[in-house]
């Protein structure tokens, strides 16, 4: 490895520039150093007017996301040795609007979130003294993978689909939707049918699976869509050979 590395990184003020620009820095190159690492230490010792988000520095808070020599990743755990170059190029997250540098507005993903109830939704609630909604290893096995998303919106960055078409409710979401409707204590599935099975909803989706690809948490966004695909037909199809008997 180089014993500089230097960091070209996006900046941008849309209140007075017309136009992105890149601004390289150069920094002493360190094995240990994750890319939030350099990025802080231009911060506090080169330039304290570069902005960008962070705050558990330990991969659960999603928040330091950002596009690393064209891939979406999280800052905090991509390490500048596994870049065998002396420039890396960081960028903020493709498709969503800059508010400063490397800060991306994620008001849009913030408001499809709930559009898909990623809550438990019942039909009646049983009294506290009926005790906890208990669950099998086997039932809680069917959705775990699907509930470890942390809101990171790498499966956003990475979609195309969302790339052309910003009405797509998107990978995070749906997978929650999924990772719901696959819980045993759930009975909601029917109610989230009208976002999920929507114009703009899981048929969006062209399985292209650069979400999946791109996803810190392995949580496969792009087969919990196909999932929900397939049981949203089979409901649809039962519906019709057997009025009454789809969810």
Same mark, same amino acid.
């Given at each position: 490895?180089?014993?500089?590395t230097?960091?070209?990184v996006?900046r ?57 020599n ?7 755990e991509t ?7 002396? *420039?890396?190029?960081? /960028?903020p997250?493709a498709?969503f @609007?800059?508010i400063? +540098?490397?800060?991306?507005?994620? %008001?849009?993903?913030m408001?499809?979130?709930?559009t898909?109830?990623p809550?438990?939704?019942t039909?009646?609630d049983?009294?506290?003294e009926?005790g ?8 809680m ?10 809101n ?31 819980d ?5 599935t029917?109610?989230r049918?009208?976002?999920v ?8 989706? *062209?399985?292209?699976? /650069?979400?999946?690809?791109?996803? @810190?948490?392995?949580? +496969?966004?792009?087969g919990?869509? %196909?999932?929900l ?6 409901d649809?199809a ?6 009454g008997?789809?969810?």
């Amino acid at each position: 490895m180089p014993e500089q590395t230097v960091l070209e990184v996006y900046r941008y003020l849309p209140d007075e520039e017309t136009e992105p620009r890149f601004q390289s820095y150069e920094i002493t190159y360190r094995d240990s150093w994750v890319v939030l690492d350099a990025l802080d230490h231009i911060k506090t010792e080169i330039d304290p007017t570069l902005s960008f988000r962070w705050s558990c520095r330990m991969g659960v808070c999603g928040s330091c996301g950002m596009t690393v020599n064209g891939e979406p990743k999280l800052t905090c755990e991509t390490f500048i040795r596994d870049y065998n170059t002396e *420039t890396i190029k960081i /960028e903020p997250l493709a498709h969503f @609007p800059v508010i400063r +540098d490397l800060v991306i507005n994620m %008001q849009d993903f913030m408001e499809k979130l709930p559009t898909v109830s990623p809550w438990l939704i019942t039909d009646e609630d049983k009294p506290l003294e009926a005790g906890e909604y208990l669950q099998t290893p086997a039932q809680m096995a069917r959705y775990k993978r699907f509930s470890m998303c942390i809101n990171c919106m790498l499966c956003y960055s990475a979609c195309p689909v969302y790339g052309l078409n910003s009405l797509f409710t998107g990978p995070a979401a749906l997978a929650l939707a999924e990772r719901y409707n696959l819980d045993s204590r759930d009975e909601g599935t029917q109610e989230r049918s009208d976002v999920v099975t929507a114009h703009d909803g899981i048929w969006r989706c *062209t399985y292209v699976g /650069e979400c999946t690809k791109v996803c @810190p948490k392995d949580v +496969d966004p792009a087969g919990a869509i %196909q999932m929900l695909k397939l049981s949203y037909a089979l409901d649809w199809a039962k519906s019709l050979v057997l009025p009454g008997r789809g969810r």
